[in-house]
């Protein structure tokens, strides 16, 4: 566990040097929470707290999706076939490599609320305190969870074609409508609400605007990332194998 969050750390690293990952997770993180802001300034309806961890929850989201081409920036750069044949496993050399997109995007929280902060000219908007400085603390990491376990699926699935980054966009308004996050004043339909138990994002996103998550709900969430691990492990190996054996996914 310990290398495989080293080796994530160094993707990491990697995945910042790249601007334009950058300027992605910043520009839509930052123009999101402003559009919450002037939307809340001039109709109400959402609180601090909703506004910008929407904010973030989005520009978090858009940067995770990444994932769909980030093998295929690999196999540009010409790396993808030592990570291939790396001596400690292709999957969780590769792994390493996507989760680095999630890892970063976390990043987007803090960029929200600062924005707001910027934006309202105060830092006392939401104060949380101890308990509740602790409860996104904790929503934080289970919504990296989450992003995790979609990014891996969508790296999967996305590896297959030559022209995945351009299908990351597409990617985006799905999940933010299934996942719950457009809905704040209100509850999401009846049917919206059934889907988003099938996305480990919409628990997490509960737990950041302080709403109520029952034991049963994050039973739920843990069975709904082990399902999304699973399907991704499953989707790996076949990639694998279409690299390795049937030689119909190019490496280099």
Excluded at 141 to 163: K, M, Q, Y
């Amino acid at each position: 566990m310990i290398r495989q969050l080293r080796m994530t750390a160094f993707h990491v690293r990697q995945f910042v040097s790249v601007p334009y990952f950058i300027q992605l997770m910043v520009f839509t993180t930052i123009v999101t929470t402003l559009v919450q802001f002037l939307a809340a300034r001039a109709w109400g309806g959402i609180t601090p707290t909703q506004g910008w961890v929407r904010g973030g929850v989005i520009g978090m989201w858009t940067t995770a999706t990444c994932a769909a081409g980030i093998i295929g920036f690999e196999r540009h750069k010409g790396t993808l076939a030592h990570l291939v044949m790396a001596p400690i496993g292709a999957l969780r050399s590769l792994a390493a490599v996507v989760c680095a997109a999630a890892s970063f995007g976390l990043a987007a929280l803090p960029v929200a609320w600062c924005t707001w902060a910027v934006a309202s000219g105060s830092v006392d908007f939401t104060v949380p305190g101890w308990m509740g400085a602790g409860r996104m603390v904790l929503a934080a990491g289970a919504l990296l969870a989450g992003c995790l376990a979609l990014s891996l699926v969508i790296a999967a699935l996305f590896v297959l074609t030559p022209n995945a980054i351009a299908y990351e966009e597409l990617l985006l308004v799905p999940a933010f409508i299934a996942s719950g996050i457009l809905f704040t004043a209100a509850s999401p339909p009846a049917w919206l609400a059934g889907i988003s138990r099938f996305l480990p994002l919409s628990a997490p996103f509960d737990l950041l605007l302080g709403r109520a998550v029952s034991a049963m709900d994050a039973v739920g969430w843990l069975v709904c990332v082990a399902a999304w691990l699973g399907l991704a492990a499953v989707l790996g190996r076949r990639a694998l194998w279409l690299a390795t054996r049937a030689g119909t996914l190019e490496v280099i």
